[in-house]
Antibody, heavy 115, light 108 residues
């Protein structure tokens, strides 16, 4: 059974950093592309970043380019999102997701950027 | 970027009635279209993928149709637990998934 579990969110001041994690089970990260999607409070869903199945290509939304970095540790079957230079508008629940025929999402981790 | 447009923004429906939600893509996404249900404080719940394939465990009152640029989610007889926000998502143009802005189904 495919499962995704995010962690690493929290309260951080503007300009701060966090590393979000997504522990995957039921499939092998090294063979599959993965994505991060976020949802600001009371708002819709926004794609943030993705990494290719072989890990060789990474992609970012314009709103986070240069500040966020997606990576993975295949030995731990874990996906990461390093979020730097955080702004108030980055406040959101961050979800990791994968498409293996069906689309699977985790339950999300909340990042709150506030002084 | 493919823009997904959902209509209406809010749909007021009485229990037992049919609800029809629309999603339009700015360019073809083939059948790579998903529908999600989201309730307050919860993660989105996948209902439909491939435009018309219901996820295991989703009640048969939920059905999806369409391909290309025009898609519809129908809830044949609305139950109390179906009041929520519904989002469509295209995943045809990876990696940049895009989502509709959502349709809120509320009690009439």
């Amino acid at each position: 059974e495919v499962q995704l579990e995010e962690s690493g969110g929290g309260l951080v001041q503007p300009g701060g950093s966090l590393r979000l994690s997504c522990a995957a089970s039921g499939f092998t990260l090294s063979s599959n592309a993965m994505s991060w999607v976020r949802q600001a409070p009371g708002r819709g869903l926004e794609w943030v970043s993705a990494i290719s199945g072989n890990g060789g290509s990474t992609y970012y939304a314009d709103s986070v380019k240069g500040r966020f970095t997606i990576s993975r540790d295949t030995s731990k079957n874990t996906l990461f999102l390093q979020v730097n230079s955080l702004r108030a508008e980055d406040t959101a629940v961050y979800y990791c997701a994968i498409k293996i025929t069906v689309l699977y999402w985790g339950q999300g981790t909340l990042v709150t950027v506030s002084s | 970027e493919i823009v997904m447009t959902q209509s209406p923004a809010t749909l007021s429906v009485s229990p037992g009635e049919r609800a029809t939600l629309s999603c339009r893509a700015s360019q073809s996404v083939s059948s790579n279209l998903a529908w999600y249900q989201q309730k307050p404080g919860q993660a989105p719940r996948l209902l439909i993928y491939g435009a018309s394939t219901r996820v295991t465990g989703i009640p048969a009152r939920f059905s999806g149709t369409g391909s290309g640029t025009e898609f519809t989610l129908t809830i044949s007889s609305l139950q109390s637990e179906d009041f929520a926000i519904y989002y469509c998502q295209q995943y045809n143009h990876w990696p940049t998934w895009t989502f509709g802005q959502g349709t809120k189904v509320e009690l009439k």
